[in-house]
């Protein structure tokens, strides 16, 4: 195919995946890629197989040679560098690209969301984390992560069934149905078979309950409404003072995004609009702002 | 000295300390030893050398050589057994005493707290569980670990606390004291440091700020007060469920105990009555019982 003047790599770096989206100066899209994990905290090496692949695999996809990665102006949102260890470790990689531009998963998504506009985004999936992008300045909340915070996401509803599950077992809580269902779903007899297996697991392995005590709580299952609210509290407090900032507007993102909506309070729920573009697409504009700056400088 | 007829040794085995006492057929003390963990789950090799460590710094405090290891008839009260796998591991190790009976570190502290009778106990120190002997059948409620329960117990305060703050520095909660008191005792500056500090510690670092958060809620903060009367709240809940299996008494040990009991509801405060010895001295008792038994047999 005819080579385009320029070509911008979006990446979407997570730490269970990492989407990357070629395009061309007009920000037509040309290929995609699908790999890891590409959050550094889980290993630099790692991170950068999971982008290189993921890269390799939008170039092959828009009919490209892999040699073509030095034409490429990357813009990366990635999982972890809010901590500046991490950033480092990524700004000191003798990378291919022509140009490489790195930021969080966050501002990516809250770019995308917006269109590239200002505004302000809530994920609520495994973890939660707010952020308000307003008058150039950045604000961010929460996304302390599953040991000290994360309240209302996917991984904290999941662990809170299983704590309040043990309780109604040990008959210091009222029963409901919550109980029986996580047992079975995870196939435990009772307290001591829950309490074992269900320790110490990594975040995803939580999140994968929080769908089913949403249902509960749909179906006035007074545990999980307990816990529904509860994360919802959080969720609304979290939106209400992103608004605080005064953001053109306000979207949530994220798997438990569009669960967890219906449960906030009125005043934010009103305020909620839905995601533009996906954090991908949003990477694609961070390259884009970014490589302006760079020609301006 | 004069060899008495019968050696008793008990044990105190839990997952920071091993204690150990040694007495003669009346009870009466010998010599005490002290170690490290004996908690299986933390390695056996590591059980055993803590268990043969201050058994021998109790043979020598009482004047006997180490080889008078095989006179022993010994109760042992070891966290971590109430896991078959573990209680298992420790019933297979090829033990040099003459009598070796293994049960829960709790079941000790429960024949201690009443002196060899029946009654209900509830630890709550870095962790909490409670236990009721009755009729001669054992109820065990909560224990399930840091991770998924230990609700009311010094890890949780301080884990709870550490939350709270960073909710209150995000503005997501109205501020109190506590925040800052977390701040200078973690020696951190912002919110930032404080959940990259304090994430995924081990239970005995969070509870380390248990008696910061008792302070400040005797001062009605409001942060602390909050988790304070929640964590006292299910201590209530698990002591009103144990004294629904009619124990004669019923006691609370552990670091914590004092500290939480003022905030327990009247109705539970009012049937708490002190330890008569101590949880080694419960497994003097515990090994003299079964030694009892099995002259029976």
């Known amino acids: ?41 889980q290993g630099l090496d790692l991170a950068i197989n999971s982008i290189m692949d993921a890269t390799e695999q939008a170039l092959h996809a828009a009919g490209f040679a892999s040699s073509m990665v030095d034409q490429l102006i990357v813009g990366a949102g990635l999982a972890g560098v809010n901590l500046p260890k991490y950033r480092l470790m990524l700004e ?17 998504a809250c770019m995308g969301a917006h269109n590239g506009m200002e505004g302000a985004v809530i994920i609520a999936g495994t973890g939660s984390i707010g952020m308000a992008h307003v008058n150039g300045q950045t604000h961010e909340l929460g996304g302390y992560g599953f040991s000290v915070g994360d309240q209302g996401s996917g991984a904290w509803m999941g662990i809170t069934a299983i704590k309040q599950a043990l309780q109604a077992l040990d008959g210091l809580l009222p029963n409901s149905d919550l109980t029986q269902r996580v ?50 509290d959080y969720i609304s407090r979290l939106a209400r003072k ?47 702002q970014q490589a302006l700056v760079s020609e301006k400088a």
Request: hydrophobic residues 40%; proline residues 8%.
């Open 1 to 41: 195919m005819k080579r385009p003047e320029k070509l911008y790599l979006g990446i979407d770096g997570g730490g269970s995946k990492c989407k990357v989206l070629l395009a061309d100066e007009h920000g037509q899209a040309l290929g995609t890629g699908i790999s890891g994990p590409a959050n550094p905290n």
């Open 92 to 108: 000191q990689w003798d990378h291919p690209f022509t140009q490489f531009h790195i930021t969080t998963d966050l501002q990516i």
């Open 242 to 288: 992103l608004l605080t900032y005064n953001p053109p507007r306000l979207s949530m993102i994220g798997g438990l995004a569009p669960r967890i909506q219906p449960w906030l309070d009125e005043d934010v729920r009103e305020r909620v609009e839905p995601a533009i573009q996906p954090p991908e697409n949003g990477a694609i504009l961070f390259a884009q």
């Open 183 to 232: 047992l079975d779903f995870t196939q435990c007899r009772n307290a001591q078979e829950l309490a074992q297996q269900m320790a110490n697991l990594k975040p995803s392995a939580y999140a994968k309950l929080a769908p089913l005590v949403v249902e509960q709580a749909a179906l006035k299952d007074t545990l999980a409404l307990d816990i529904v609210l509860n994360g919802a």
